[in-house]
């Protein structure tokens, strides 16, 4: 199947820092979503992007999926944006299956 | 608009009992996504619905667990017997742009965290 990873894994930031969080995948993608899972344990969608750029306030995001990658940028980074993030693709041809990545843990400290 | 609704959000039970978690899911969506999320296999899809009708439930771990859909704005996932090692978050996740080609944007509810006992 699709391998998906994502770095880094854990990152620490002081507020008001700017982040830039990596997603790899392993084959050609249809779907591209980007999700936030707070300390509450809820998913919260970000973006769905299987190609381009889209922007939405402090946070935009990059999927170049003739490269097989997507970036997930946080600016001027508020405690509110801790969390873990996932990146979860599907594969050209598997519809239905939306795979996840790891995550990335991020901790915003005041 | 109400977004995946999922119930309970929280059970307790002990080993061998049977436990049914319930998802209603946005209205007018086509698809219905049920993940598991533990700690070491992070979240991994189950089974998923289209129109009501099961797609592809090759992530089902066994016989003991299943899912029905009755209707468009309901579904269950039962596991009978359920075993310590099926302690987990159970997402319901729903689509309205599950096509030939792409599964469209995924919406989750806020879970249901199983603890077996």
């Known amino acids: 199947g699709i391998q998906v990873e994502q770095s880094p894994p854990d990152l620490i930031l002081q507020e008001g820092a700017n982040s830039t969080l990596r997603c790899n995948f392993s084959?050609?993608?249809?779907?591209l979503q980007w999700f936030h899972q707070n300390p509450w344990g809820q998913l919260i969608n970000l973006f769905y992007i299987p190609s381009g750029t889209k922007q939405n306030g402090r946070l935009s995001a990059t999927t170049v999926a003739t490269e097989r990658y997507s970036l997930l940028y946080i600016s001027s980074s508020q405690t509110t944006d801790s969390g873990v993030y996932f990146c979860?693709?599907?594969?050209?041809?598997?519809?239905?299956?939306?795979?996840f990545g790891q995550g990335t843990t991020l901790q915003v400290k005041p | 608009d109400a977004g995946v609704i999922q119930s309970p959000r929280h059970e307790v039970t002990e080993m061998g009992q049977e436990v049914t978690l319930r998802c209603k899911p946005i209205?007018?969506?086509?698809?219905l996504f049920w993940y598991r999320q533990t700690m070491m296999r992070g979240l991994e899809l189950l089974i998923y619905?289209?129109?009501?009708?099961?797609?592809?439930d090759s992530g089902m771990p066994e016989d003991r667990f299943s899912a029905k859909m009755p209707n468009a704005s309901f579904s269950t996932l039962k596991i009978q017997p359920s075993e310590p090692r099926d302690s987990a978050v159970y997402f319901c996740?729903?689509?309205?742009?599950?096509?030939?080609?792409?599964?469209?944007?995924?919406?989750f509810g806020e879970g249901s965290r199983l603890t077996v006992l």
């Open positions: 979860a693709v599907e594969r050209l041809g598997n519809t239905g299956k939306l795979i």
């Open positions: 084959d050609s993608v249809n779907n």
């Open positions: 996740a729903s689509s309205n742009g599950l096509t030939l080609l792409n599964t469209g944007e995924l919406f």
């Open positions: 619905f289209n129109n009501n009708v099961p797609i592809d």
């Open positions: 209205s007018g969506h086509n698809s």
